[in-house]
């Protein structure tokens, strides 16, 4: 296999573990492809258990003296540095994840909102101000709260699909509120985080805020959850793993960001030409591969047909193809063996009684964007999460059945629901099993700073997003003063 794909630029890298403002080499080291030709790209250092305990002490003997105006000017720093070199950035995601230049540069203006709005939100003060004489036993006090930093370290674990934006999600906030965060990126996808560390030394951090171990998740993973330094344990993953990891934290915060089959509801009163696209581009953008992709198109039966004809038009129009080519609008799934897994959901799914009504193809770590259609609540490909370019059609009559169906989930992350009904709009907001309802929008959408995050097998209810984010990283401390 050559180890020199065609993308223009592309040198060969070999990565270390970033440990207290060093780039360390190891002798045992693990690979990375990129997904659409199968070329090694990369050789990463694999981190011995040793080296992340010695990444969590390094972090837990550094206090951070930093000012607001410090770590603002931090993050608004390396905001600035990505964006100069947004097109590289957005080069290294695709090489690293298969998925497509339209998808990584999108990601990337995600990464820089991420940081200016973690560098405003350190700005902001988050004192609040209670009087005490507000009742007869009261007293001339006031009590005043303020955030500080946690005492100890934050080990963070975060997945493949957005090997950038999920890591600056971690680390942003962390940096706002003057915290110290050992990482471990995605083995599948390590590169970005590697890059976004070596941005922050450059905007200023000091490298004890923030260090990389990368590795053997079996191996390092639960080294870095176990260690007595680390106080909040932050994971974004797969539900099977982020509730081993939730179980090992123990008496430790944890916040846990997991899977999801999120549903896109369209009533019988929605704008279907327009509800078609948005739904096909909640199930395909970035590979199928977000954990709020739209999973299940739950359709009012009256207007099923109409739609899905639609919906089959729509991806018709995708481009599938080089990851590389500006042109291309699904890039590859994250390896050849999740496109083969997508595949057999699909065809399970088929041979059970679901019509194929477009797509279903796969090559290499490609796979089709794919419209299923008369697909039952109970079949596979709709009660676990495929994560890949997959649509599936689940028609239904009244909107009760709708919300049954939509809350007979396992996963209860976001939900998209169609209608022009305001009343229709506030019933599914009510009784939907779900952390965010969007009207008129996919599941997916939001803005970085907004609360996110699912509840059921979806999370624990703890949200992210930058300013939920911030709260979860500090401990509120109280304290009065007499006051006249
Ligand atoms: P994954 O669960 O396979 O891996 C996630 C991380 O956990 C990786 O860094 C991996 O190396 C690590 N890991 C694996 N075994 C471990 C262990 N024993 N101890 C500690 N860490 C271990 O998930 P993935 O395939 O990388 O990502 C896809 C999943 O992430 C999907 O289910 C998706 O829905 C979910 N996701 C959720 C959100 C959210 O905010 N809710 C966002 C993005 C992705």
């Given at each position: 296999m050559s180890a020199a794909p065609e993308s223009a630029s592309w040198r060969y890298r070999h990565e270390g573990l970033r440990i207290g403002g060093e780039t360390l080499n190891r002798d045992r080291t693990f690979a990375v492809h990129h997904?659409?030709?199968?070329?090694?790209?990369a050789t990463v250092a694999m981190a011995t258990a040793d080296d992340v305990r010695h990444a969590v002490l390094v972090a837990e003997r550094f206090r951070s003296r930093l000012s607001r105006h410090d770590r603002y000017t931090i993050l608004m720093r390396a905001r600035e540095l990505i964006d100069s070199r947004r097109e590289e950035w957005a080069r290294l995601i695709t090489m690293e994840s298969g998925l497509c230049l339209k998808d990584t540069d999108y990601e990337v203006g995600r990464a820089c909102d991420v940081l200016m709005f973690a560098a405003n939100q350190a700005l902001v003060d988050d004192g609040e101000i209670y009087s005490?004489?507000?009742?007869?036993?009261?007293?001339a006090r006031k009590v005043f709260t303020t955030r500080e930093p946690l005492l100890g370290v934050i080990g963070a674990i975060t997945p493949f699909n957005h090997p950038l934006n999920q890591v600056v999600h971690k680390v942003a906030p962390a940096v706002a509120t003057n915290n110290r965060l050992v990482l471990k990126p995605s083995e599948k996808t390590p590169l970005a985080a590697l890059a976004f560390a070596d941005t922050l030394y450059e905007a200023g951090l000091p490298p004890p805020m923030f260090q990389v171990v990368t590795g053997d998740p079996a191996e390092i993973g639960p080294v870095l959850i176990g260690d007595p330094h680390v106080e909040l344990v932050t994971f974004t993953g797969g539900t099977e793993v982020g509730k081993r990891v939730a179980a090992s934290a123990g008496y430790r915060r944890t916040v846990v960001e997991l899977g999801g089959t999120d549903p896109a509801i369209v009533l019988d009163d929605a704008d279907l030409a327009e509800t078609a696209r948005l739904v096909l581009l909640g199930a395909c953008k970035n590979s199928g591969q977000r954990c709020t992709a739209v999973k299940r198109v739950l359709v009012q039966a009256g207007v099923a047909d109409e739609f899905v004809a639609l919906l089959t038009e729509q991806a018709r129009q995708l481009r599938t193809g080089d990851p590389f080519d500006s042109q291309t609008d699904i890039g590859t799934v994250i390896d050849e063996q999740a496109a083969r897994r997508i595949g057999a959901a699909v065809d399970d799914a088929v041979r059970a009684g679901a019509v194929l009504r477009h797509g279903g193809v796969r090559s290499g770590a490609h796979y089709a964007p794919t419209v299923l259609d008369h697909v039952v609540p109970t079949m596979a490909v709709v009660t676990e999460e495929v994560f890949g370019p997959v649509a599936p059609v689940v028609r239904f009559t009244t909107d009760e059945e709708a919300v049954q169906i939509a809350n007979s989930s396992r996963y209860a992350l976001s939900a998209g629901v169609f209608t022009k009904g305001l009343d229709r709009a506030l019933r599914f907001v009510n009784e939907l099993h779900a952390g965010t309802v969007n009207i008129g929008e996919v599941?997916?959408?939001?803005?970085?700073?907004t609360p996110f995050g699912g509840i059921k097998?979806?999370?624990?209810?703890?949200k992210e997003g930058v300013v939920e984010t911030m709260k979860a990283y500090t401990n509120v401390k109280t304290f009065s003063l007499p006051w006249q």
């Open positions: 997904p659409h030709t199968g070329d090694r790209v005490c004489d507000l009742t007869p036993h009261g007293r599941p997916g959408y939001r803005i970085e700073s097998d979806s999370g624990l209810g703890y």
